[in-house]
Each structure stands twice: as C-alpha cells, then as structure tokens.
C-alpha cells in the first residue's frame, strides 16, 4: 500500500516559522521525488517545492527565499522549513512522493496539514 503522514502544521503569527515533515512508509518502489503542495480555500492544489533523489530542488516563486526542502533518503522522510510567513500562505499543505511503479508513474499524497498564519 504505501502511505504519507505529515506532521507540523499549526497557528503561527505573520512573520513567524513553521517545520512540515512528512514520512514514508510502506513504499517499496524508488521514490523519485518528494514535495509539498499546499491548497488554499477556493483554490487549486499548487505546487510549493520539490527535491529529487539527488538533491535537487524547485520552489514555487511565491515561497522562494522563504521555504526550505530537505529529504533524507535513508529515513525516506521530507522535511519543509517555512520562515518569514504570511497570511497568504495559509492553506493545507500535502506532501507528496513520486515513484515509478511497474514502468507507470505513480504518486502518493498524505492526508494533509493545516498551516494557518495570522496577521
């Protein structure tokens, strides 16, 4: 089966950090990338960052400079530092991991957490 659970999320005042982390079990295909998205209400899930196997990572512009995406490949967790934040980036954020699975891409996505930021 293979699952995500996220961890962190919470109330933080504008300005303020938060940590998301998210943990993989279960997954017995390589995951290729992990990530976080995050969906605010009325909108669209949206892509906030990703980091691949080797390291490499992509963040959204909204968040560049702000947000941080670390994996460690052993413990098969993603972790997101989220520093200088504001009420826009309010929503649920999902974690997210890629796998290529009997030659077909494939994703699984946690449950979801919410992040709410005061102004």
């Known amino acids: 089966q293979g699952q995500l659970v996220e961890s962190g999320g919470g109330l933080v005042q504008a300005g303020g950090s938060l940590r998301l982390s998210c943990a993989a079990s279960?997954?017995?295909?390589?995951?290729?990338?992990m990530g976080w998205y995050r969906q605010a209400p009325g909108k669209q899930r949206e892509l906030v960052a990703t980091i691949t196997g080797g390291g490499s990572t992509m963040y959204d512009d909204s968040v560049l400079g702000r947000f941080s995406i670390s994996r460690d490949n052993t413990k098969n967790t993603v972790t997101l530092q989220m520093s200088s934040l504001k009420p826009e980036d309010t929503a649920v954020y999902y974690c997210n991991a890629a796998v290529t699975r009997w030659g077909m891409p494939f994703e699984y996505w946690g449950q979801g957490t919410q992040v709410t930021v005061s102004s």
């Open positions: 279960g997954i017995f295909w390589t995951i290729n990338s």
